[in-house]
Structure formats: C-alpha cells, structure tokens
RNA sequence: GGUGGCGUAGCUCAGUUGGUUAGAGCGUGGGAUUCAUAACCCCAAGGUCGGUGGUUCAAUUCCACCCGCCACCA
C-alpha cells in the first residue's frame, strides 16, 4: 500500500466549466483517485476553484453582484457540478478561503526572509472614475504603430506588436470607458526568480518520469532565464499583504497576484481537508511530517505546465522548507467543439451543468476519457459521442449484463447456478482475461486514459465472446451442467467487468454490483497473479437482474442538441 | 517571429528504436445467431502513413525545407 496526493488544476471561477475543463484535468484526477483508492493506496485527492484576479472581479461586476457574493454563488454552482459528474474530491475548497490566506502571507515571508523578495516601483495606469489601477489588458486605446482603435495596453490585436500601456494613444478604461488616466507611481512585490534558477533546473533534471513534453516546456522557461515576477497588485479582492503577520506598510490597498496565491491553494486545500474532517494535512504535504512517502500527481491542461513545473516549484523550494513537490504528472491538450474552440459567449459547446441535464454523468465520463486529448486536442461532436456511448456502453457493456443476468434469472432462478466443471474454453477464457486486465491495471498507472479505456473495452467483448461460443442458451435445452457453467461463469464476469469499470463509469458500475449483491470489500482491483476470478461468487448467491444500464442516444436527441448547442 | 506538439483508412485514434501483406474502434457491405437494449459474434472492403527533397540495400518510421492545425513564449 502506497499514498497517493492528487491534485487536478483549480477551476477558474468566473461561470461554470465546459467539457474540455472538465476533460483536461478534474476527470482524469478523479479517474485515477479512484483507481488508487481501489488498488487499496491510501489517496487525498484535492481540488478548488481559483476565485482572485481582475476577472473575478469584472464578471462580479457584470452580474451586480458584490465579488465575494459571486465568488459564493459561483462556488456552490462548480461544486454541485463536480458533484454531479461523481469528482470525487475528498476536499473542494476556495482559493478564497483562510487557510490560503495564511499560507500564501506565510509564503511571502519565508521567499522574503531567504532573499528572494524585492520591493520595485514602477509606473501604472490608473483610473480616476473607476478608482483602480488598470492591468494592462484593461487598458485600450489607439495603437502608435498601426492606429488600430481597439488596440490593448499589453499588445495589439491588429499588428501584433507589444505595446506598454502608456504608449497607447488616447487611452481609456476597458472597463468603464473612462478617458480620465493618469500614469502613477505604485510599489510591488517582486519574486527574484532568477536567484532560483538552477535549483529548479537540478530538480527537473532529476524529475525523470515526467512526460517528455513537460520537461522541454520546463528547460525552454529555463533556458530562456526565469524572469523576477510581480506578485502583487493594486486590487482590493484578494489576499492581503502581510509583514511579520500585520499589514505591509504602503500594501495596504494590494493583494498578491491570482497566479502567486491560487497554486498554494492546492496545499490550502489540504489545510481546509483537515479542518473539516480532523484528518492531519501536514502528513501529505511535509516531508518532515510523514510526507516522504507520498507520490503527488498532478493534472492539468498544456498550458498549464510551466507554471506547475517552474512558477510553483521557485515558490516552494524558495521557501526554503520541506514541502512536496510534484512527483508525476499529466498534461492534457484540448477537447475542440466540432474543431473549433468553445465558446461561453457564443454558446459554442456543452457546460458541465447542461450536459447533466442532458445525460447521466456516466455517459460523459466514458467518452470523455476514452477519447481523451492525450496526445493532441481532440474533437468533440455530438454524432461521435452518440455512437461512442450506444456501441460501447449500451451495446458491449450494458448489454452483456443484461443478456446473462436475464437469461440467468429465466432459468435458474436469480441464483448463481451450481454444476458442471469449468473446460478448455473458460480456462482460455480467463488466460485472457487475466492478460487484459494486467494490461489495464498498467494503463491506469501508466494514466494512459484512452489506451486504458480501449481495454476495458476489449474485456466486454471477451464476455460477449466466450456467451456466443458457450451460448448456455442452447445448451441448457441438452446439458443443463454445461449451461449452469455458462451462465456462472458469465455472472463471474458481470461482476468482474463492473469493478474494473468503477473509475471510469462509477453509477453504472454500482447499480451492477449492488444489483448482484456484491459486498463494499469485494468490489477491490484484482491484485496481479488473482485466480478464480471467473468463480468467485458462491453457489446459490441471488441477484436481481438491474434494468437497462444504458438508454441509447437516438438520433433525435443528437438533432435536438445540436439545434440547441449550435453544434456542427 | 521563436520554441514545442500534431498531421496515418469516411470518422476518432494506435503504431513503427528503419525491414516481409501498416493496426483498433466506429461507420459501410456480407454471414451466423436469437439469451439480450433490432443488441451480440464472425468475415470483408477501405489508406501513395500532410507535401517536396535527402541519407540508406531499404523510410510511413531518420534529416532538411514547405504547408496546415494547436499551445506556450516574445
């Protein structure tokens, strides 16, 4: 038995997560939690919504709403959603919340005490009307290049070219609209990177078993020379900047940058575990404190990846006290809507709320993870997913319950029938099995989500198979022994596919345990060298044949959605 | 513009440390079957492996350049 920390990237707050979000990181987390938890490894999964930052604000704003308000609204929307499609976070937490208010001031710190922190000023743009500085994005105006109008303050969408905010000609709040700027002078926290850079250039060299992609992201940032950061700015929702624990004398109207404090969150998240369930968080994140033998994986989407392998780890090592660093992790591209990209404000896509409206989570979870981007963005069209579902879940899967659970209860009573002794073919039967699930157990520690999926898969088939050659059905009219095999050993399998199809389609995988009355210590992950796996259950055991496990999509639903998705 | 990734059957993707007939699922066509959600099972057709050059006895697999898509950085 091993322990295991996983973490999925924060969701942003500002208005629920598409199918992608959901794909690129909080799925495959929870995918892979659960197949830990199964193996028996003790495992503390953890995620948050990441709730500071300028856009935080401004959606706040748009919806009249006060920021904390929103934050709290849109907090409990994330949430029943990752509820809904079974995330099975042991803690969902709020970047917001105290414990990463203490632990990003705690942070500062201990970067401040070991050198790495310097007090810079320089010269922002500031809006009287709306009584803020402007980032620089917020800044619009005439490009001196081009004289594109709409030209932002960071870059011009027009020529491309890299502006800074004060070169812009007739400037004005993208928020307000205001013309009333001024340029002030405004003090900041800069985190001295650059001081860090071979540390983390030694710790990635030893980061063997990351993805080939995630160390030349990580040397690219590094080769290039790590730059000091900003992490502080002149907002008023965030977290307060602190100095020997009391206000920082001239930070009293700033907070931390989002990117600076959002990332501790996931060691927050912890903290905010512990609180609530009394468990002891240090134990996972300290490696001082019991936490030595912990393997933390995290997942997240590609563009995520140098901040998780450079930007947090500069904040941790530069703190110059034993906290975990990532040991494994997974990078995911993009899921694109017919192609194209999603899109909130066109309504190009599905949403994690809508889509529960739509279908079970089950549905979702499946295709999401057996076609997962792993290896380039991958596509997402409703036609695909239609087919993808009826042909593996309802067809393969669903259908194989229901043919063996039904013939076994027409015929020999809802009981697993006694007589007849396993042959030839349920012994080639379980060398296969057995094979395929050897390689489905390295899939999922391999997280290779789709190759584990096409094996789960190929284990359904080998039920359908082994009935069509058995065909206890025919038998059952000469040779009841032999039928009574049949349907035993096709009832083994039910029950054996429905546990190794708990990570991936945990509802479905339930109502078939529960169905066959399989008790909570005997739905485990088969351990390497299990026999008997295709007779476990006893003799005379009852079951009640579960409904259909998966309603097909018909070809109207698919219309349906794609008039109301805007799909193709 | 720089760096990296990707471009393989109608669709979604594997794969090839260079080597006889390039794989899977879906979709399509045919067959078998009736326990089952008109499901399952078997068989078949389908690809000049993005383009152009180069290295090699041999390249889809290595190299160069080009085209297209994606991401990050500037």
């Known amino acids: 038995m091993a322990r295991f920390l996983i ?79 079974r995330l099975s976070f042991d803690h969902f937490g709020r970047s917001s919340n105290a414990p990463n208010h203490a632990l990003t001031q705690h942070f500062c710190e201990k970067l401040e005490a070991a050198g790495l922190i310097e007090e ?27 004289a594109f109008e709409r030209a932002r303050g960071d870059q011009c969408d027009n020529c491309g070219r890299l502006l800074d905010p004060t070169e812009l000609k007739n400037p004005r709040s993208k928020i307000s609209g205001s013309t009333n700027l001024e340029v002030r002078d405004t003090a900041h926290l800069f985190l001295l990177q650059g001081k860090m850079q071979e540390r983390i250039r030694a710790w990635v060299d030893a980061s063997t078993e990351w993805p080939h992609l995630a160390r030349s992201i990580a040397y690219k940032w590094l080769d290039e020379g790590l730059i000091d950061r900003a992490i502080t700015r002149d907002l008023s929702w965030g977290v307060k900047v602190t100095q020997e624990g009391r206000p920082r004398p001239g ?20 903290a905010e575990w512990a ?5 002891n968080w240090e134990r996972w994140w300290r490696t001082d404190k019991g936490a030595n033998d912990v393997t933390y994986v995290q997942f997240m989407g590609k563009d995520n ?12 090592m530069g703190s110059g006290e034993p906290w975990k660093l990532v040991d494994r992790l997974k990078a995911f591209n993009w899921v694109t809507w017919y192609g194209g990209k999603f899109s909130t404000s066109e309504k190009r896509g599905i949403f994690m709320d809508r889509a529960l409206e739509l279908l079970p989570s089950d549905y979702w979870r499946w295709y999401l993870m057996a076609n997962a981007p792993e290896s380039s963005d991958a596509a997402f069209t409703l036609e695909q997913f239609q087919q993808t579902v009826n042909a593996d879940l309802a067809n ?16 020999f009573d809802a009981k697993v029938p006694d007589g007849g002794a396993p042959g030839d073919l349920e012994a080639k039967l379980a060398k296969d099995v057995a094979e395929r699930i050897t390689a489905l157990t390295r899939h999922h520690e391999d ?9 789960l898969r190929a284990l359904w088939v080998l039920g359908n198979e082994y009935l069509q050659v058995a065909a206890p059905w025919t038998a059952f009219k000469t040779d009841v022994d032999y039928a009574a095999v049949g349907v035993r050993t096709g009832l083994n399998l039910v029950a054996l596919f429905a546990i190794l199809a708990q990570p991936f389609v945990p509802d479905a995988a339930k109502t078939v345990l529960d169905a066959l009355n399989i008790p909570e210590a005997s739905r485990s992950w088969p351990k390497a060298g299990d026999t008997g796996l295709l007779d476990t259950l006893p003799r005379g055991h009852a079951f009640t044949p579960p409904d259909v496990l998966f309603k097909k999509i018909e070809d109207a639903d698919v219309a349906a959605w794609t008039e109301m998705f805007g799909g193709g």
Request: glycine share 8%; charged share 20%; net charge negative.
């Open 7 to 85: 973490t999925s990237a924060l969701p942003y707050i500002n208005g629920i997560k598409h199918l992608g979000n959901l794909a690129g990181s909080m799925l495959p987390a929870d995918v892979h939690a659960r197949f830990r938890r199964l193996q028996g490894h003790e495992v503390l999964f953890l995620c948050a919504t990441d709730e500071h930052g300028t856009p935080a604000e401004l959606a706040a704003a748009e919806a009249g709403q006060d920021v904390r308000a929103y934050c709290d609204e849109q907090h409990l929307i994330q949430r029943a959603a990752c509820d809904g499609f």
């Open 447 to 455: 997280m290779e989500f789709r190759k584990a999926a096409a094996e």
């Open 305 to 316: 990846v140098a901040f998780h392998t450079v930007s947090f780890p500069v904040t941790i």
């Open 251 to 270: 930070f009293e109207n700033k907070v931390f940058y989002v990117w600076f404090d959002a990332p501790i969150e996931y060691i927050a998240a912890g």
């Open 396 to 411: 393969v899967f669903g259908n194989f319950v229901n043919r063996i659970t039904r013939f076994g209860a027409s015929k």
């Open 275 to 279: 609180e609530a369930t009394g468990g």
């Open 120 to 146: 810079r000023t320089s010269k922002q743009v500031y809006s009287v009307d709306d009584g803020r500085f402007l980032p620089d994005r917020y800044v619009e105006g005439t490009c001196p290049h081009c």
